[in-house]
């Protein structure tokens, strides 16, 4: 938990958030500005700046990550249709929180290749 982390503070549920998982390790919100109908973002509990910034150490938990997502995409009940999963690492990625999180966007047709 890093105070100043925003995505932290949601995990820690300091600030509000529209959950849609939680667990010891990760925790899934709604994105507040969806790029899709459906946009999801899932987190790790654990502070991590970004995909740069994950070692060896953190292998199970960013394979629990992906896994989360899809758990999510067939709770939410859009898994079968499609949806996309994106991790936007650095300014050339387009990160603009630096607490890891992976994006599950779906409910439409998605263009490739990406802006
Ligand atoms: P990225 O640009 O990949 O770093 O994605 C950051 C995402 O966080 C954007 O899609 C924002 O809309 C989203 N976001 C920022 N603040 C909040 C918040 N308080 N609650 C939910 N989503 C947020
Ligand atoms: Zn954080």
Redesign the pocket.
């Given at each position: 938990m890093t105070s100043q982390c925003?995505f932290c503070r949601?995990a820690a549920g300091d600030?509000p958030?529209n959950k849609v998982y939680s667990d010891d390790d990760v925790y899934a919100?709604r994105?507040?500005?969806p790029a899709a109908p459906q946009h999801i973002?899932v987190i790790p509990r654990k502070h991590l700046s970004s995909l740069n910034d994950a070692g060896p150490e953190d292998q199970a938990l960013m394979g629990k990550l992906l896994l989360s997502a899809r758990s999510i995409a067939q709770e939410l009940g859009f898994a079968d249709d499609g949806f996309r999963t994106v991790i936007?690492t650095g300014e050339h990625g387009?990160?603009?929180?630096f607490h890891i999180?992976v994006?599950v966007l779906s409910g439409r047709h998605l263009s490739w290749p990406p802006g």
């Open positions: 925003l949601i600030i958030s919100f994105d507040i500005n973002l936007n387009g990160q603009t929180v999180h994006h």
